[in-house]
């Protein structure tokens, strides 16, 4: 693949989202705010529905943050065919359900389709490109650009190549999703579940454990992280807010002091069986949680919060 063929991260005009759900039509969202024309293909039969009310949901909150000149929600297309919408792609983005095989069997038809040079990158969660460009004829523009939910608030992207990709296509994917205002780590290398899933992978299978043996409800749960810690993150990570918490001798007396509580056995991070008593345990607190107000309510309400909370550090 030649790298000339390229657009120039700044030049992109139009964005292909493959894959319409929540993170798909999330980026599509961004995608919009932004000034961009946004092409979408996904094949489920009420996808475009769902898209466009995803979109709808999210213009409040990308407008109160400031549309850039001729951002319009009509310049979203949704097109029925997959090759004819990327061969219309600047850049791709891929949001399809987080299955290996058909990772593998959509990228190559994504990578059959787009125009030579184009980067092509994936919302996965967790699995390793060099996993999922294997059939791919030009593996070398394929990257992961892995987002967080809202893709259209939460600035995070982590951007990995795999084995077979070329290192210019990392390059250009950082530098066009630092263009459109995300806050970009660019990984060395390919780690399972990049750096913030990998965190939140353990907070995850910790609450899991602690609801399957009563020993915590959801509700208590969810309080002891949005009126704990969960406070303290958005301003300094939990690394430096532990440097704080060893006082004026910092990380150093902290780990000298907390160090050895490491071996207690306060955590079990083997994942507990997903038994379906534990999954109705699981879903019956959310929903108790959630008491009246609707999925609908809840991202209102999420997305309100976190434009306070960008606001009120200065960074939105
Ligand atoms: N939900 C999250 O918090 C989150 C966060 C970051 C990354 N991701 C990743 O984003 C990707 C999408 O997850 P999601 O949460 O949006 O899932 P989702 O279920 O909301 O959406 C998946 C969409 O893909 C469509 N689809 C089904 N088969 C397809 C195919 N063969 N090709 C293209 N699209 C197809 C579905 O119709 C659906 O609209 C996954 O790789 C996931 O790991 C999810």
Same mark, same amino acid.
């Given at each position: ?5 390229? !657009? ?60 850039? /000149? ?30 290996? /095989? ?36 030009? !593996? ?15 600035? *995070? ?50 609450? *899991? ?19 704990? !810690? ?15 918490a060893g006082g004026q001798g910092g990380m150093a007396h902290m780990l000298d002091h907390f160090g050895p509580s490491l071996l207690a056995p306060w955590t079990r991070l083997d994942a507990p069986p997903l038994t379906p008593e534990l999954r109705d345990a699981v879903v019956d607190g959310c929903e108790r949680e959630s008491g009246d107000r609707s999925i609908d309510d809840l991202v ?17």
């Open positions: 693949m030649s790298t000339g063929t390229r !657009p120039d991260p700044t030049a992109v005009e139009t964005v292909v989202c493959v894959g319409a759900g929540v993170i798909g039509g999330g980026w599509a969202a961004y995608f919009l705010a932004h000034g961009y024309d946004v092409v979408a293909w996904d094949p489920a039969p009420d996808a475009e529905g769902r898209l466009r009310h995803l979109v709808a949901q999210a213009w409040p909150a990308l407008t109160e943050l400031g549309l850039a /000149e001729g951002a319009a929600q009509d310049r979203l297309t949704f097109e029925p065919d997959l090759a004819a919408a990327c061969a219309r792609a600047d850049f791709v983005q891929e949001s399809a359900p987080e299955d290996l /095989e058909l990772k593998r069997t959509l990228l190559a038809d994504v990578d059959a389709a787009t125009p030579e040079g184009v980067v092509v990158a994936s919302s996965t969660s967790g699995y390793p490109m060099s996993d999922m460009q294997v059939r791919c004829a030009t !593996p070398g523009r394929t990257v992961v650009g892995h987002p967080f939910n809202p893709p259209y608030l939460i600035p *995070l992207v982590e951007v990995v190549g795999g084995t077979a990709t070329d290192p210019d296509a990392v390059t250009w994917a950082s530098d066009f999703y630092r263009h459109v205002g995300k806050s970009v780590i660019t990984m060395e290398r390919e780690v399972p579940g990049f750096i913030a899933n990998r965190l939140q992978e353990a907070l995850w299978r910790e609450a *899991l454990h602690m609801v399957a043996e009563g020993e915590a409800t959801v509700e208590q749960i969810d309080l002891s992280i949005t009126d704990g !810690p969960g406070l303290r993150w958005p301003i300094q990570g939990p690394l430096l807010t532990f440097h704080l209102a309400e999420r997305d309100r919060g976190v434009i306070a909370v960008l606001r009120a550090l200065g960074r939105a």
